[in-house]
């Protein structure tokens, strides 16, 4: 089975400044290695990039109005993103997981092609790129016997409109590879909560909710999510009063 090889290396969804429709592009950069400064051009709207089309990227240069969550350039596997949040959106909190609500920054993994009884050798065969995520959670609803009963459960702690923010952009596997040496770090507002070395299929160690440094997310609070040659995933959090 050869591996899945997409066209792009690190593409980003944004709308331009000239008022066109929503794009998918690739960002110009001085050094395209330097993936974390793509959040600080984007919020001083200073971010150019070139539009994707058909097998390469057109050589005209667009200026970025507004990054959006990196959707896969692929429509059966779009829908995947489309209840996500976006760089630099609020997380709306609802008012019953406010209690304990936190954070958990995490390597994501896009699949290129559909898979079923793969080997471990073949397994990266099928993986088209890599994001950043904050899997945004309410513990008191995944452990709490007065809200989640007798038996832990993760779905509906989860689950809630706006959570898991994806972006800034995905980085294709054919550039990172096994991803397995990637400094993962998890900020909120600004102070550095998490370190690590990874692969991984879930949340690192020192979320809020264990850290008693930081504890659960606040109205207000910022999250940054940062994996190396991927860049920073920024997103405040909102509390709701409904």
């Known amino acids: 089975m050869a591996p899945f090889h ?26 395209p ?15 150019k990039a ?12 667009y200026s970025v109005q507004l990054m959006l969550r990196p959707c896969p350039l692929f429509d059966a596997l779009e829908l995947n993103y489309k209840t996500h949040t976006d760089h ?42 890599y994001t950043a995520g904050n899997d945004a959670s309410a513990h008191d609803w995944q452990h709490g016997p007065d809200k989640a009963g007798p038996i832990p459960q993760w779905m509906f702690s989860q689950f809630f ?5 994806l972006g800034l ?6 550039v990172l590879g ?18 690590g070395l990874l692969i991984m299929t879930g949340t690192p160690g020192g979320v809020g909710f264990v850290y008693a440094a930081s504890g659960v997310l606040k109205d207000g609070d910022v999250v940054e999510v940062e994996i190396r040659e991927i860049g920073r995933l920024r997103n405040p959090v909102a509390f709701n009063k409904e």
């Not at 066209?7 to 001085?30: A, C, N, S, T």
């Not at 070139?50 to 240069?61: C, E, F, M, T």
């Not at 952009?169 to 054919?174: E, G, K």
């Open 6 to 31: 997409p066209v792009w290396d690190r593409p980003i969804r944004f709308m331009p400044k000239d008022g066109q429709d929503i794009q998918y592009g690739e960002p110009v950069l001085d050094n």
């Open 33 to 47: 290695s330097h993936v974390n400064v793509i959040a600080e051009l984007a919020d001083a709207g200073k971010l």
């Open 50 to 61: 070139k539009v994707l089309a058909g097998d390469s990227p057109r050589s005209a240069n």
């Open 88 to 129: 630099g959106e609020d997380i709306q909190i609802p008012s019953i997981a406010q209690e304990q609500c936190d954070y958990e920054g995490e390597l994501v993994v896009l699949i290129g092609k559909d898979a079923k009884n793969v080997s471990e050798n073949e397994a990266l065969d099928y993986v088209a790129g």
């Open 161 to 165: 409109d706006k959570y898991a923010p």
């Open 169 to 174: 952009c995905l980085v294709a596997a054919h």
């Open 178 to 195: 096994a991803a397995d040496s990637l400094s993962l770090r998890t900020l909120v507002n600004g102070q550095t909560l998490q370190k």
